[in-house]
């Protein structure tokens, strides 16, 4: 009021002194009141400034020190160059170069994966077709061989199996040189074997069978 009515002019309309003793003698006593308000506004600044850096304490993109001194801030300061990090790291242009980067290596690999599978199964097709030939390889020369040397085929494993107990008991009585065992392995070669031929029942062929008797 004082300011308005009495020490600006045309009643504050305009910012010019007017009463410039009367404004003197003013301040002169007014000094200690200015002083106590003052001090007493520095006190509640200070609390009010206490209370805001504790309630905004949890976020780091608010420095309680101000515009000035926010650079002393250490939480402000992280705050800060992680958005600066950020930045540069999230670049449109950097991020549609490395994803294209990116794709191109993934089909070359894909491309890479299904020509390795392609070998392998090619290989493995291979390995079988070899196996089953050298299978087919050893069949044939199998049946040559027994074809050339028919002898052979009783002591196969195959025909041996197919032996009762008891025709087994009458080729191993080897001890006895009785010709009537020897009369019953023949009836047994001859009777599992229908392929034998005549020329077994011979001297030759006993001789040569109790030679590689088993």
Not at 39 to 59: A, D, N, P
Not at 126 to 146: C, D, G, P
Not at 176 to 201: E, G, H, P
Request: hydrophobic letters at 45%.
């Amino acid at each position: 009021i004082l300011a308005q009515y009495i020490f600006l002019q045309h009643h504050g309309e305009v910012l010019s002194l007017n009463n410039r003793r009367f404004l003197m003698i003013f301040i002169y006593f007014n000094f200690f009141l200015d002083a106590f308000l003052g001090f007493i506004s520095s006190i509640l600044r200070l609390i009010k400034s206490v209370i805001g850096g504790i309630i905004y304490m949890c976020r780091l993109d608010y420095s309680p020190l101000g515009r000035k001194l926010e650079t002393m801030d250490g939480g402000f300061s992280a705050y800060c160059g992680f958005i600066h990090t950020e930045c540069a790291h999230r670049h449109p242009v950097m991020l549609a170069v490395v994803s294209h980067l990116y794709t191109q290596i993934k089909i070359k690999e894909l491309k890479m994966n299904i020509m390795n599978s392609n070998d392998l199964s090619i290989d493995k097709t291979n390995e079988i077709k070899l196996k089953s030939q050298s299978r087919y390889v050893r069949k044939w020369k199998l049946a040559v061989f027994l074809t050339q040397n028919p002898t052979f085929v009783f002591f196969r494993k195959a025909f041996l199996n197919q032996l009762h107990i008891e025709d087994v008991r009458y080729l191993n009585d080897i001890d006895n040189n009785d010709k009537s065992n020897i009369q019953r392995r023949l009836s047994v070669y001859t009777r599992r074997m229908s392929a034998a031929r005549l020329s077994i029942v011979s001297d030759n062929s006993l001789k040569y069978l109790e030679a590689y008797r088993f």
